[in-house]
């Protein structure tokens, strides 16, 4: 065999080198191994395989060409699933494509009734160049957030020097103005591929919606709430398309449907337009009564997210500190030049409606160094998902309340921030942040001649500083709004001028009358309309980012965000905590907490904050994921944007939307331990 093979490959593969060879040679003395100066054939071919061997190793792929290839083959890999899956058939055997709400209740004989506002949150709305810096040229009118993202990778300092905020005032840079899209396309895709609103609006086009009687109020959300009516007038417009839709669908309220954040935005437009000028809207107290049928809030972040208070503080949430544990240095590096984190830290710093989502209330709600609302139970994923009832289970207000939970060491979540074994000590053995001590130790610098251009504040403190906020320090609601104003001052100052996050004891009071209240449901009272119904729709199931542990790294460099997620820090060994992060009950963004606390007490019956008793209901959604990629992200997802999708939360919109009321689509619909947290929540109302 050994024979053959040495000769087809003689014959077939190296003839030409072979005879080149022999030729070459022919002048030489034959050698012991040759045979009348003819080379041994056996000779030939380990010479060559020596200089194949040679020239193997010469060619060696570097790192970066590895990691090209690497690249290059999950793209591939990726788009082919995209493609295989746009291409299926809908009748592919195994898998039958559910009908949509839209064409069931088509059949069904339901048609639009009530006009539909649709109001998005925070990031997903998409956002175009109007006027820019020289290295923005050709980019007028296209999208800088939303869409492909496309300038980002081609010119990205270009790109954050444009969606940037005036660190001072909050508005536009000089000569940079970046403005919302209008329209239903602002939102109903953040990416190709990637739906938000688009399900939804899919669904009511069905039934007869179009865009006379639905409407995207587009607005910036990078901006506060007030600064979108001082800037772009998008309270007055939003109240004149209200207007205008009650009058032109034959004197129908309007059916609003706020998502995340977006909830707290209208919220402020609720009290905003029936205040006075020039501060007000000028609509009177009756205007909300006579406009509006309900208020449905997708994934409501009321009283704030604890995701917030890490993404101001280091950039980072729960992903991007697992992908620091598995490449560290990859997000900051200084070696590659990425510095991403201190580019997301800056960035975010501008954007003063980030500064909305702190949480409210205090530890009177979050919980202080020893207590929260939801501590003493231990959320077991798995084992939880199957003691919920099914979602066809309506009306249940979740008697049992142990039930999916058991009693353990309690977690203390009330410590938002904690640093090291602060997340567990006793709080006697805790040290308080004293905050002119610190102003008073901090060394101000000159940050554009010491560190560049990426300004986050952190290079103003001193190391001193620095690491006197991390000593056996740990920070709840009431504590973290100190935290904040003493690593970024400027900031806060901006964000305490548009927002605040206490918890009123007379609503009475003058001071309330002003705006930065109007977005805290626990410094503002909802409008005098009876008839208008108040939903709080989100999802549950999913574990949610609640409280922090970091740690605290180098301060040698300039311009280094000194702080960090530690992922490798020990925790309570209850199942809710994940590599530096405890964990409750969610939709993967807001904790239960946040998103049904004021439909389940602060707003329930008669209170000081609901004075004339508007109806609220809350309408949870058990998550279910997708059972396979040809579900997509699912249509029983309780995800905070996937639950867009939804196939239950859309019927529950279209038949509000088609005039149906919250009694008649099954009122309350709980599975979480959303009543047992109010329960220990000891508010005044």
């Not at 909305?356 to 994923?381: A, F, R, V």
């Not at 130790?441 to 504040?457: D, F, M």
């Given at each position: 065999m050994g024979s053959i093979l040495r000769f087809r490959q003689l014959c077939y593969v190296e003839p030409v080198k072979i005879s080149s060879l022999i030729n070459q040679k022919s002048y030489e003395p034959a050698k012991n191994d040759e045979v009348g100066g003819v080379p041994n054939v056996d000779d030939v071919f380990e010479k060559e395989n020596k200089?194949?061997?040679?020239?193997?190793?010469?060619?060696?792929?570097?790192?970066?060409?590895?990691?090209?290839?690497?690249?290059?083959?999950?793209?591939?890999?990726?788009?082919?699933?995209?493609?295989?899956?746009?291409?299926?058939?809908?009748?592919?055997?195994?898998?039958?494509?559910?009908?949509?709400?839209?064409?069931?209740?088509?059949?069904?004989?339901?048609?639009?009734?009530?006009?539909?506002?649709?109001?998005?949150?925070?990031?997903?709305?998409?956002?175009?160049?109007?006027?820019?810096?020289?290295?923005?040229?050709?980019?007028?009118?296209?999208?800088?957030?939303?869409?492909?993202?496309?300038?980002?990778?081609?010119?990205?300092?270009?790109?954050?020097?444009?969606?940037?905020?005036?660190?001072?005032?909050?508005?536009?840079?000089?000569?940079?103005?970046?403005?919302?899209?209008?329209?239903?396309?602002?939102?109903?895709?953040?990416?190709?591929?990637y739906f938000v609103w688009a399900v939804l609006i899919e669904n009511l086009a069905r039934i007869g919606y179009e865009g006379k009687n639905m409407h995207m109020a587009a607005y910036d959300w990078r901006i506060s709430f007030q600064n979108t009516e001082v800037r772009d007038q998008t309270l007055n417009r939003l109240k004149a398309k209200i207007e205008l839709m009650y009058a032109t669908n034959g004197n129908k309220k309007v059916v609003v449907v706020p998502h995340s954040m977006g909830a707290i935005y209208f919220l402020h437009f609720l009290k905003w337009v029936e205040s006075p000028p020039p501060m007000g809207g000028g609509g009177g107290p009756g205007w909300c009564a006579k406009h509006i049928k309900a208020v449905m809030n997708i994934g409501p972040t009321f009283l704030g997210v604890p995701k917030a208070v890490s993404n101001y503080f280091s950039a980072e949430a729960k992903d991007i500190a697992n992908i620091r544990a598995m490449a560290p240095g990859l997000l900051d590096s200084d070696i590659?030049?990425?510095?991403?984190?201190?580019?997301?830290?800056?960035?975010?710093?501008?954007?003063?409606?980030?500064?909305?989502?702190?949480?409210?209330?205090?530890?009177?709600?979050?919980?202080?160094?020893?207590?929260?609302?939801?501590?003493?139970?231990?959320?077991?994923?798995?084992?939880?998902?199957?003691?919920?009832?099914?979602?066809?289970?309506?009306?249940?207000?979740?008697?049992?309340?142990?039930?999916g939970c058991r009693v353990v060491e309690p977690v203390k979540y009330g410590r938002i921030i904690s640093f090291g074994k602060a997340s567990q000590m006793p709080s006697s053995l805790l040290q308080s942040l004293d905050i002119k001590k610190l102003q008073r130790?901090?060394?101000?610098?000159?940050?554009?001649?010491?560190?560049?251009?990426?300004?986050?504040?952190y290079d103003e403190m001193s190391r001193e500083s620095i690491k006197e906020v991390a000593d056996n320090k740990a920070y709840t609601a009431r504590t973290l709004l100190d935290l904040l104003s003493s690593v970024a001052p400027k900031m806060m100052r901006r964000v305490e001028a548009q927002f605040s996050h206490g918890l009123a004891d007379n609503l009475d009071d003058p001071k309330y009358s002003h705006?930065?209240?109007?977005?805290?449901?626990?410094?503002?009272?909802?409008?005098?309309?009876?008839?208008?119904?108040?939903?709080?729709?989100?999802?549950?199931?999913?574990?949610?980012?609640?409280?922090y542990i970091y740690k605290l790294v180098s301060t040698e460099k300039c311009n280094i965000i000194p702080y960090r997620i530690d992922s490798s820090a020990e925790g309570s060994e209850n199942g809710c905590y994940d590599g530096g992060v405890y964990m409750v009950d969610g939709d993967q963004s807001v904790p239960v907490l946040s998103a049904g606390f004021m439909c389940a007490k602060g707003w329930k019956g008669q209170t000081r904050f609901n004075p004339s008793g508007m109806p609220t209901y809350i309408r949870e959604y058990q998550h279910k994921p997708p059972s396979s990629i040809l579900e997509g992200r699912g249509t029983e997802s309780g995800g905070h944007v996937a639950i867009m999708g939804n196939v239950a939360l859309i019927q529950d919109v279209m038949s509000v939307a088609a005039g149906a009321t919250g009694e008649e689509i099954g009122g309350d619909r709980i599975y979480s331990d959303i009543l047992k947290m109010s329960e220990r929540v000891n508010i005044q109302l």
């Open positions: 200089k194949r061997k040679t020239k193997r190793q010469t060619r060696e792929w570097r790192f970066v060409d590895n990691c090209c290839w690497v690249i290059g083959y999950l793209c591939t890999t990726w788009w082919l699933l995209m493609f295989m899956y746009n291409c299926l058939p809908v009748a592919l055997p195994g898998f039958q494509v559910p009908e949509s709400p839209g064409v069931r209740f088509k059949r069904e004989g339901l048609t639009a009734l009530h006009p539909v506002v649709l109001v998005p949150g925070i990031v997903t709305g998409g956002l175009e160049l109007w006027e820019g810096k020289p290295c923005a040229e050709g980019l007028f009118r296209k999208r800088l957030w939303g869409g492909s993202f496309s300038e980002l990778f081609r010119r990205p300092l270009c790109w954050l020097e444009h969606l940037s905020l005036d660190s001072e005032t909050g508005l536009d840079p000089e000569g940079i103005r970046v403005r919302a899209i209008p329209g239903l396309v602002a939102a109903d895709y953040f990416a190709p591929g590659l030049g990425f510095q991403t984190l201190k580019h997301s830290l800056r960035l975010s710093r501008t954007w003063d409606t980030i500064g909305s989502l702190i949480p409210k209330g205090g530890e009177t709600i979050w919980g202080n160094l020893d207590w929260s609302p939801e501590e003493g139970c231990n959320y077991d994923w798995a084992k939880k998902r199957l003691q919920y009832p099914s979602s066809s289970e309506n009306n249940s207000t979740n008697n049992d309340a142990k039930r130790s901090s060394i101000l610098k000159n940050a554009s001649s010491t560190c560049g251009e990426i300004w986050s504040e705006f930065k209240y109007w977005s805290n449901p626990l410094e503002t009272k909802l409008p005098d309309a009876p008839d208008v119904e108040i939903y709080c729709l989100y999802g549950v199931g999913i574990p949610t980012e609640r409280s």
